[in-house]
């Protein structure tokens, strides 16, 4: 079988990913994608427990049922709309590229070695075609093609399948790829489907391919292909770049607790300030909560005060909300995913104090957040000049002056995610008390990567995930076929 046209971005791609082998990958990244499987079952577990989870599973079956391509789909919906999921840059990777290797291994009886390298080859290959477009329209889980590349790819590694297969799926898949309406995403429940459906139509994709379906190898790249609609700014460099040398894996965050783009440095300061001031009144006695940020996390706000404040605002939009996460960490000392449904939702008191919580650009953070390498710092960086009008546009002119114009990462070995937050409780007669943390409990930098384990074992003990499975994913790379078909059903058994 044969590529139509010439060699393109994508079978440069494929062809090593396809190749990719356990002895390839550096220990560091074996370590950040174990932490990465057992993160993304405890959001998984997580989803199972809400009613909405519920539902999705009376639509479509079991997380783990004898159809792995259905399989992977119901694990990719259950792990994401929570916010619970694993991001990097680029993307919101793990709905895909743990779920559909999850699926695929247990079907095909792989052992955790096999598993974990079908993990990291998804990464990659969703990363960096998240990276190529991730100067346009679609931001996190609005980028549906991160999933629809991730399950491509999760899928043919544990296949085993070759290049020139890998290259079909992905331009079949990217040939008809998923555009989100954002009025839809953030309405009613269709944002629960916003990464099963991508896997489901990237399943397919897969099928055609090893049938012998042919597409077009220059689909990124080509003027008229993927990236000419789907970035403002074409990174179709970002594809192939430093393949085997810049991992994209080592960008990862890990999600502590569920929350939107910017929520998570914002509630990490209520939590410390809870804390640190026990005996305060942080309910009445409050006159105004002032959360400063940068232009990321305020943009997140307006788009989701558009879509309704208050008890009755849908489940889709209330992971995005700072002012009501804020109010409930000030309030209850902790955010949950129990803090997303009823009671809770419709508990007065919260709504009470969000309605007094102000969201403020701070200038310096957004310089932050652009110098880091995730969510879109090291794309501006490797799009040099080009990124100028798109950086206007985003941040405004003055930040897009700010910002330094710098060489691209030879490596993300130490990359940040700097999405930061001030957090500015008032109070009467004028005490005040204020928290600020630059870079998130989880997120990328030099805290996360020396605990993440820690991190993601506690989570999952959160969620309710027992001993013995998360004991099983601390040494993935070793197991059998039968020790990681017993962490999948203990994972997300009992629930």
Same mark, same amino acid.
């Not at 790249?221 to 970035?231: I, M, S």
């Given at each position: 079988?044969t590529?139509?046209?010439?060699?393109? =971005?994508?079978?440069?791609?494929?062809?090593?990913?396809?190749?990719?082998?356990?002895g !390839?990958l550096p220990?560091r %990244?074996?370590a950040?994608?174990?932490?990465?499987?057992?993160?993304?079952l405890?959001?998984?577990r997580?989803?199972?427990?809400?009613p909405?989870g519920r539902?999705?599973v009376?639509a &479509?079956?079991?997380?783990?049922q004898g159809d792995p391509?259905r399989?992977?789909a119901?694990l990719a919906?259950l792990?994401?709309w929570?916010?619970l999921?694993?991001?990097a840059?680029a993307?919101?990777l793990?709905?895909?590229?743990v779920? #559909?290797p999850l699926?695929?291994? *247990?079907?095909?009886g792989l /052992?955790?070695?096999a598993f974990l390298t079908?993990v990291?080859?998804?990464?990659e290959?969703?990363?960096?075609?998240?990276a190529?477009?991730?100067?346009?329209? &679609?931001?996190?889980?609005t980028a549906?093609?991160?999933?629809?590349?991730g399950?491509?790819?999760?899928?043919l590694h544990?296949?085993?399948a070759?290049a020139?297969?890998?290259?079909?799926a992905l331009?079949l898949?990217?040939t008809?790829p998923?555009w989100?309406?954002t009025?839809?995403?953030?309405?009613? !429940?269709? $944002? %629960?489907?916003s990464?099963l459906?991508p @896997?489901?139509?990237a399943?397919?994709?897969?099928d055609?391919a090893e049938?012998?379906l042919?597409?077009?190898a +220059?689909?990124l790249e080509?003027p008229e292909?993927f990236?000419? *609609?789907f970035a403002?700014?074409p990174l179709?460099?970002?594809?192939a770049?430093?393949l085997?040398?810049?991992?994209?894996?080592d960008?990862?965050?890990f999600k502590?607790r569920p929350g939107?783009?910017?929520?998570?440095t914002?509630?990490?300061?209520?939590l *410390?300030?809870?804390?640190e001031?026990p005996d305060?009144d942080?309910g009445e006695?409050?006159?105004?909560v002032l959360v400063?940020?940068?232009?990321?996390? #305020?943009?997140?706000g307006?788009?989701?005060d558009q879509?309704g404040?208050?008890? +009755?605002?849908?489940a889709s939009v209330?992971?995005l909300s700072?002012?009501y996460?804020v109010?409930?960490?000030?309030?209850?000392g /902790?955010l949950?995913?129990?803090d997303?449904?009823e009671?809770? %939702?419709? !508990?007065?008191r *919260?709504?009470?104090l969000?309605a007094?919580v =102000?969201l403020?650009e701070?200038?310096?953070m957004t310089? /932050?957040?652009?110098?880091?390498?995730?969510?879109?710092?090291?794309?501006? =960086?490797?799009?040099?000049? $080009?990124?100028?009008?798109?950086?206007?546009? &985003?941040?405004g002119?003055d930040?897009?002056?700010r910002?330094?114009?710098?060489?691209?990462?030879?490596? &993300?070995?130490?990359?940040?995610?700097?999405?930061?937050s001030? @957090?500015?409780?008032?109070?009467g007669q004028? $005490?005040?008390a204020?928290?600020? $943390?630059d870079v998130?409990?989880?997120?990328a930098?030099?805290e996360?990567?020396?605990r993440h384990g820690?991190?993601?074992r506690e989570?999952f003990?959160k969620a309710g995930?027992? +001993?013995?499975?998360a004991?099983?994913?601390?040494r993935?790379?070793?197991l059998?076929a039968?020790?990681?078909a017993?962490l999948?059903?203990?994972a997300?058994?009992?629930v």
């Amino acid at each position: 079988m044969t590529a139509v046209g010439h060699a393109g =971005r994508a079978a440069e791609l494929a062809g090593w990913a396809a190749a990719l082998r356990p002895g !390839d990958l550096p220990d560091r %990244v074996v370590a950040l994608a174990r932490s990465q499987v057992l993160s993304q079952l405890a959001a998984i577990r997580t989803g199972l427990t809400h009613p909405l989870g519920r539902r999705l599973v009376s639509a &479509f079956g079991e997380p783990l049922q004898g159809d792995p391509a259905r399989s992977a789909a119901v694990l990719a919906g259950l792990g994401s709309w929570l916010n619970l999921d694993d991001t990097a840059y680029a993307g919101h990777l793990s709905n895909s590229t743990v779920a #559909t290797p999850l699926a695929y291994a *247990r079907a095909r009886g792989l /052992d955790g070695a096999a598993f974990l390298t079908a993990v990291v080859a998804a990464n990659e290959c969703a990363a960096r075609v998240t990276a190529a477009a991730t100067l346009g329209p &679609f931001r996190g889980q609005t980028a549906a093609h991160t999933s629809l590349v991730g399950g491509v790819a999760g899928r043919l590694h544990c296949a085993g399948a070759p290049a020139a297969t890998w290259t079909h799926a992905l331009g079949l898949a990217l040939t008809m790829p998923p555009w989100t309406l954002t009025h839809g995403f953030l309405s009613g !429940d269709a $944002r %629960v489907l916003s990464a099963l459906t991508p @896997v489901r139509a990237a399943m397919d994709a897969c099928d055609a391919a090893e049938a012998g379906l042919t597409a077009a190898a +220059d689909v990124l790249e080509h003027p008229e292909g993927f990236l000419a *609609r789907f970035a403002v700014v074409p990174l179709p460099e970002a594809v192939a770049a430093g393949l085997g040398r810049r991992w994209h894996t080592d960008t990862l965050s890990f999600k502590v607790r569920p929350g939107g783009p910017g929520v998570d440095t914002a509630v990490d300061c209520a939590l *410390r300030l809870r804390r640190e001031l026990p005996d305060a009144d942080f309910g009445e006695g409050v006159e105004e909560v002032l959360v400063e940020t940068s232009r990321y996390t #305020t943009y997140v706000g307006r788009l989701a005060d558009q879509h309704g404040h208050g008890p +009755d605002t849908p489940a889709s939009v209330l992971p995005l909300s700072v002012p009501y996460a804020v109010a409930t960490a000030l309030l209850t000392g /902790d955010l949950s995913v129990a803090d997303f449904t009823e009671p809770a %939702v419709r !508990d007065p008191r *919260r709504w009470a104090l969000a309605a007094r919580v =102000r969201l403020v650009e701070d200038p310096g953070m957004t310089d /932050d957040l652009l110098a880091s390498a995730a969510p879109f710092g090291a794309a501006v =960086r490797q799009a040099g000049g $080009r990124a100028v009008g798109w950086l206007a546009s &985003f941040a405004g002119r003055d930040a897009a002056r700010r910002t330094a114009a710098a060489p691209p990462e030879e490596t &993300f070995e130490a990359a940040t995610k700097h999405t930061g937050s001030r @957090v500015t409780v008032r109070w009467g007669q004028g $005490r005040t008390a204020t928290a600020r $943390r630059d870079v998130p409990i989880g997120a990328a930098g030099e805290e996360t990567r020396a605990r993440h384990g820690e991190l993601v074992r506690e989570k999952f003990r959160k969620a309710g995930g027992p +001993d013995e499975a998360a004991a099983l994913c601390a040494r993935l790379e070793e197991l059998s076929a039968g020790e990681l078909a017993a962490l999948a059903e203990g994972a997300l058994g009992g629930v």
